[in-house]
């Protein structure tokens, strides 16, 4: 897959981690990044062979309807973590039951439930909250066929600011393009685009679950805080560019299986502002969809990788599967999972 390289990969050649660290860590970087706008990723899935002869006639894109799959919650902490650090390197796990699956989309998506990094230290939450994974994550969501991960969650932070802005600038030198975060608010709210057959989609990532201290400030990085006032402006400024814009959204009650009065006015307001598609996730369990103005709500997507399963209903999710071709939804499917073991899915028959 082929990306262009923006500030984020500039940044990475200029400073490796441990240099990082030693000239002082997330103030260095912030400082290096203020007020500086990312360009847009860009992706495009023509494959040229590379034995043929260079021809100065650019080659017309085929275009075609295009596959996306989003995933909820994918988490790397905890007992997933300690499992994955006892298999071999070539393993699939947590993905050994899906990855097939997976890799048959043009896009597949989900919310990265933890910070992956071993830089950072412990925020001041309680214990069983702090969420991190090894360095390893990385190639299992890659071979797994992943290509976008949100970084917008409660769990981003978990061992602060530093380890946040490595997972940021570590992911696309790994192959996955972070939505929702970067090295200050700007960058956060800025969409990614990716341009598929000859269709773009804008992709923007939110969340609203505490704490705030996690949010990209003007000169901190973070994930994108979620407000109407933001959320209106970063969607219609993605609107123009993009054939299919998709809000993908941290927000919810915990546990809760219904939809809150909130979460329906947010995906208004996103939609009004020009979004095709709000997909939620957070709550650990499955809401319900519907649709508004035609477009199509998920509220919460559930669990797809999680520990913790002490209740059958957190143990089931959904992949969302969409066919898109330009600005129309062709068709979408919500495909059922089930967590077993060691917090791995498999699909489930309908």
Same mark, same amino acid.
């Given at each position: 897959?082929?990306?262009?390289?923006?500030?984020?990969?500039?940044?990475?050649?200029?400073?490796?981690?441990?240099?990082?660290?030693?000239?002082?860590?997330?103030?260095?970087?912030?400082?290096?990044?203020?007020?500086?706008?990312?360009?847009?990723?860009?992706?495009?899935?023509?494959?040229?062979?590379?034995?043929?002869?260079?021809?100065?006639?650019?080659?017309?894109?085929?275009?075609?309807?295009?596959?996306?799959?989003?995933?909820?919650?994918?988490?790397?902490?905890?007992?997933?973590?300690?499992?994955?650090?006892?298999?071999?390197?070539?393993?699939?796990?947590?993905?050994?039951?899906?990855?097939?699956?997976?890799?048959?989309?043009?896009?597949?998506?989900?919310?990265?439930?933890?910070?992956?990094?071993?830089?950072?230290?412990?925020?001041?939450?309680?214990?069983?909250?702090?969420?991190?994974?090894?360095?390893?994550?990385?190639?299992?969501?890659?071979? *797994? /066929?992943? %290509? !976008? $991960?949100?970084? +917008?969650?409660? #769990?981003?932070?978990?061992?602060?600011?530093?380890?946040?802005?490595?997972?940021?600038?570590?992911?696309?030198?790994?192959?996955?393009?972070?939505?929702?975060?970067?090295?200050?608010?700007?960058?956060?709210?800025?969409?990614?685009?990716?341009?598929?057959?000859?269709?773009?989609?804008?992709?923007?990532?939110?969340?609203?679950?505490?704490?705030?201290?996690?949010?990209?400030?003007?000169?901190?990085?973070?994930?994108?805080?979620?407000?109407?006032?933001?959320?209106?402006?970063?969607?219609?400024?993605?609107?123009?560019?993009?054939?299919?814009?998709?809000?993908?959204?941290?927000?919810?009650?915990?546990?809760?299986?219904?939809?809150?009065?909130?979460?329906?006015?947010?995906?208004?307001?996103?939609?009004? *502002? /020009?979004? %095709? !598609? $709000?997909?939620? +996730?957070?709550? #650990?369990?499955?809401?319900?969809?519907?649709?508004?103005?035609?477009?199509?709500?998920?509220?919460?997507?559930?669990?797809?990788?999680?520990?913790?399963?002490?209740?059958?209903?957190?143990?089931?999710?959904?992949?969302?599967?969409?066919?898109?071709?330009?600005?129309?939804?062709?068709?979408?499917?919500?495909?059922?999972?089930?967590?077993?073991?060691?917090?791995?899915?498999?699909?489930?028959?309908?």
């Amino acid at each position: 897959m082929k990306r262009r390289m923006d500030g984020a990969d500039a940044l990475e050649r200029k400073w490796t981690r441990r240099e990082v660290l030693a000239a002082g860590g997330v103030a260095l970087l912030t400082l290096a990044g203020c007020g500086t706008q990312s360009t847009p990723r860009t992706t495009s899935r023509n494959t040229v062979n590379p034995t043929s002869r260079v021809s100065t006639t650019p080659t017309p894109i085929q275009e075609r309807p295009i596959t996306v799959a989003f995933m909820g919650d994918v988490m790397f902490g905890r007992t997933v973590n300690t499992h994955m650090l006892a298999t071999t390197s070539n393993d699939p796990y947590p993905f050994t039951y899906t990855g097939d699956f997976l890799r048959q989309f043009d896009l597949t998506i989900g919310n990265l439930e933890c910070v992956i990094s071993d830089l950072g230290t412990p925020v001041d939450k309680p214990p069983g909250y702090i969420l991190r994974g090894d360095p390893r994550a990385f190639d299992r969501l890659v071979s *797994a /066929g992943f %290509d !976008l $991960v949100s970084v +917008a969650n409660n #769990h981003s932070g978990d061992y602060g600011k530093v380890a946040f802005l490595d997972e940021w600038l570590t992911l696309p030198t790994r192959g996955l393009v972070p939505i929702g975060g970067g090295r200050n608010k700007q960058q956060a709210h800025t969409p990614i685009f990716q341009t598929v057959q000859g269709t773009t989609i804008a992709l923007l990532a939110y969340d609203e679950i505490a704490p705030y201290s996690f949010a990209a400030t003007n000169t901190t990085p973070g994930h994108a805080w979620l407000n109407e006032t933001d959320l209106r402006y970063d969607v219609a400024q993605a609107r123009p560019s993009a054939d299919f814009v998709i809000t993908f959204v941290h927000w919810g009650i915990e546990y809760f299986t219904d939809l809150t009065a909130h979460q329906r006015q947010l995906a208004q307001v996103a939609i009004d *502002a /020009g979004a %095709d !598609l $709000v997909v939620g +996730a957070h709550p #650990h369990v499955i809401e319900p969809y519907e649709f508004y103005k035609g477009k199509l709500i998920v509220y919460s997507l559930g669990n797809f990788v999680f520990d913790y399963m002490d209740a059958e209903v957190v143990r089931r999710g959904d992949i969302l599967s969409l066919t898109i071709q330009k600005n129309r939804l062709l068709a979408w499917e919500l495909v059922p999972t089930h967590i077993g073991d060691w917090g791995e899915p498999r699909l489930l028959a309908k």
